[in-house]
């Protein structure tokens, strides 16, 4: 599997940031990748920099909606899985949530962030529902791909249920700022749940100065050995390619030992508490 992980600055014009996002895509898809990942919130501000105010829900888009659209036209064209970040709007509530696309266009379904934060500049509780749709995996045509939205892969509870279902690869969109983790921890956290689950962990950050954050970009891909395999520069535009071979997931130590040797029946009922 021949990943892209597409590093890119957001403008206040989202129709721009679609725009650039698509040709980014389209660049990808021509260099050989099977599957497209984008950050966080990748075509839009990062709204929660600021308390929301106001009718929040007019800020976000329906999953299927012009956005899915489009990149499914894009997926098929070019036979590309993608893996987006939107900011959801269902009825009265809304989502940070992740449509997967498979390379035939269809939309697979869509991954809601489960854990909310809130705090300075983070402040996520006043935009986003806290997601229902648990740790789905899915089926692409490129391989099983399970999606970490961020603050989720703080959750080692979460990034197992993703192994447990059979992720092969994980995608982690993320916001991730300049000085916001002391240095290598966020790599660190990424390269222990790619050893401990048997997977590649590929995590895309946001970069470019915006209101109140300076987004680091650093992206990176882990295999499921716990090595990093791929990084792109900090606070530069870039699309990260990395080749995957997925044997790796069935030969790892997690695969052939950890999660063999689990016992869930001494534990499961204390970690849902």
């Known amino acids: 599997m021949k990943i892209a992980l597409i590093q890119q600055e957001a403008s206040q014009d989202k ?28 075509f839009e501000p990062f709204y929660p920099q600021r308390p929301a105010s106001g009718e929040v829900k007019e800020l976000a888009e329906p999953i ?22 939107l900011f959801e709007r269902d009825g009265e509530e809304t989502f940070d949530t992740s449509p997967v696309i498979d390379a035939d266009g269809t939309l697979l379904g869509s991954t809601r962030m489960v854990h909310i934060t809130e705090y300075d500049c983070f402040h996520e509780q006043g935009y986003y529902t806290a997601g229902d749709r648990g740790a789905p995996v899915y089926s692409t045509r490129a391989g099983k791909i399970g ?31 300049v000085g916001e983790w002391p240095e290598g921890l966020y790599e660190a956290e990424m390269r222990v749940a790619a050893f401990q689950n ?19 970009g650093e992206s990176f891909l882990c295999a499921p050995s716990g090595c990093v395999i791929a990084r792109a ?27 063999r040797d689990r016992r869930p029946e001494l534990y499961a009922d204390w970690l849902a508490r």
């Open 15 to 42: 129709q721009h940031n679609l725009t650039r996002g698509l040709e980014a895509a389209r660049r990808a898809a021509g260099e050989g990748a099977e599957v497209i990942g984008f950050a966080e919130l990748a």
């Open 198 to 216: 048997g997977y590649f962990t590929a995590l895309c950050n946001r970069v470019g100065k915006e209101d109140g954050l300076t987004f680091a």
């Open 64 to 85: 299927p909606g012009p956005t899915t659209e489009v990149f499914q036209r894009l997926a098929a064209e070019r036979e590309v899985v993608v893996v987006l970040n």
């Open 147 to 177: 999606v970490a939205i961020c603050y989720d892969r703080h959750y080692p509870e979460y990034m197992r249920a993703l192994a447990l279902n059979g992720a092969e690869v994980v995608i982690v969109p993320q916001a991730g700022a």
């Open 233 to 259: 520069p900090a606070l530069e535009e870039a699309i990260l390619y990395a080749d995957l071979d997925l044997e790796a997931v069935v030969e790892s130590h997690a695969r052939k030992l950890f999660l």
